[in-house]
């Protein structure tokens, strides 16, 4: 397949096509990885395990109520 750089705002993007973004299960949510080989951009979506989603929402959730958890403990 073969794409061309796109112009978004200041930047540049590549428009990836519905079928290849369906086949690797990513979305706008997806968090992706970008790398390079020197020659190539890598790019693959990173996946976390169920655990570590719920561990980091619980942290989120800690450091925005910090205040309010520390006077519920008192």
Do not use: C, W, Y
Request: no cysteine; charged share 35%.
């Amino acid at each position: 397949m073969k794409r061309r750089l796109s112009s978004i705002g200041n930047s540049q993007g590549i428009i990836i096509a519905k079928p290849i973004l369906e086949l690797l299960k990513i979305d706008e949510d997806t968090d992706l990885d970008i790398t390079t080989d020197g020659e190539a951009l890598i790019i693959r979506p990173i996946r976390t395990s169920h655990a570590e989603r719920v561990k980091d929402a619980a942290e989120q959730i800690a450091a925005r109520h910090r205040d309010a958890f520390e006077k519920l403990a008192k």
